[in-house]
């Protein structure tokens, strides 16, 4: 045990400056991340129907699809760091100006800026991350990247709840300014990383052939394809939890606090477990992990639709937060050693369209929760463990 450890904490010590700076960034801005977990409760609050709700959240997610595509080109062509801050600025601008749209189109509008802003973020992070780590480290670099999304996430949600119930305008304004904190963090202190597309990149010519070449690497690359495609049911199941779970807690009586704190209990959990397990668990062969993960993430989603107290809403989310546990930041790793270094930008944009793709899809399901009540918890669950199963198919390298 001494030697894990150890093993552990060297591991950590070793990690490049750069790193640390995300993982101070990531978790002031998570901190501030209070307007999602009660974005379905505000649009409520504002007497809009379960369709209207449902649209906004496909909004963003349609926004989103299309954010990891600009930035995982943007961080082979401007530089990480660039893409990095552009995302965090707008992102901030345009999540603001939410709480201020009064018709419904341009409410529509607005999230779909979001989501486009929000999503340009991952693809140049991950891109830094693998750039900076060696391939035998990057388990424990992302895992701490979570531990401080998720260190902010426990505290914030809880704050939020209180925040929000005194005024919804507070969770808006304070996200936006956490968010342009790490903005200028980032500025200041992350190297650009590598630029790899040559010419003029803001050529549509080069745009569209550094795509294309991106695009049949990756179908010439099957692990990759695999990954992308089990990632995909996996993330139907996943993006329930932050769209539905409200919804269903407040139909039996939870109250928006309560629900914070449901939330927060995700975040303490991670910080708790997360590092030391994903460092034991990268001994053993990922895909087989991942297929774990998966499953547990989808009989979590399974669990939330059996929940009716709030004790059953806490385990469900134990359930689920030991598949995410175990599935993302090793997914994460493991997708990064597949990415070649020239195209790793847009190999993390692929990734990212596909999460974005979950999104959209996902967003219906609070639609099909309007008619069908925890039958669809049920049935997304079935989804995700579909993923797992994709994911341990051939698993000959």
Not at 19 to 42: D, E, K, M, S, W
Not at 130 to 150: C, E, G, S, Y
Not at 182 to 197: D, E, K, M, N, Q
Request: charged letters at 10%; aromatic letters at 16%.
């Amino acid at each position: 045990m001494r030697l894990f450890f150890t093993t552990l904490f060297s591991d950590i010590r070793g990690l490049p400056k750069p790193v640390y700076i995300l993982v101070i960034g990531q978790f002031v801005n998570r901190f501030g991340a209070f307007v999602f977990p009660f974005l379905t409760l505000f649009l409520e609050g504002r007497d809009y129907s379960m369709g209207k709700i449902g649209g906004v959240l496909a909004a963003i997610s349609f926004g989103s699809f299309f954010g990891p595509m600009a930035g995982g080109y943007l961080a082979d062509a401007i530089g990480r760091r660039n893409t990095i801050v552009l995302s965090l600025v707008c992102s901030a601008i345009s999540l603001f100006s939410l709480y201020y749209c009064e018709k419904y189109f341009v409410l529509i509008v607005m999230s779909t800026v979001y989501g486009f802003a929000n999503f340009l973020f991952g693809p140049p992070t991950s891109a830094l991350v693998t750039d900076l780590v060696p391939a035998d480290k990057r388990i424990t670099a992302f895992a701490m990247l979570r531990l401080a999304i998720n260190a902010g996430f426990a505290a914030g949600p809880m704050l939020a709840g209180l925040l929000f119930i005194y005024s919804p305008f507070l969770i808006f304004a304070g996200d936006a300014i956490t968010t342009i904190a790490f903005a200028i963090l980032a500025y200041v202190s992350l190297p650009h990383g590598l630029r790899t597309i040559k010419g003029r990149v803001s050529s549509p010519k080069v745009i569209f052939h550094s795509w294309l070449d991106a695009f049949l690497d990756v179908l010439k690359n099957r692990l990759y394809a695999q990954f992308l495609l089990a990632c995909l049911l996996m993330g139907i199941a996943f993006n329930q939890v932050f769209g539905l779970l409200a919804l269903t807690t407040k139909r039996f009586d939870i109250s928006p606090s309560v629900y914070g704190v449901i939330m927060g209990f995700n975040g303490v959990l991670i910080i708790l477990i997360e590092v030391p397990l994903t460092h034991w668990l990268k001994q053993f062969h990922n895909r087989r992990i991942l297929g774990l993960g998966y499953a547990l993430i989808g009989l979590g989603c399974v669990a939330f639709g059996l929940s009716t107290t709030q004790l059953e809403f806490f385990f469900a989310m134990g359930l689920f937060t030991l598949g995410e546990i175990i599935a993302l930041p090793i997914g994460m790793a493991y997708s990064s050693n597949l990415a070649p270094e020239s195209m790793r930008g847009r190999y993390f944009g692929l990734r990212g369209m596909t999460w974005a793709l979950a999104g959209l899809i996902g967003s219906i399901g609070i639609w099909c929760y309007g008619f069908m009540g925890s039958g669809w918890w049920y049935l997304s669950g079935a989804i995700g463990v579909a993923g797992a199963v994709c994911i341990l198919v051939s698993l000959r390298d």
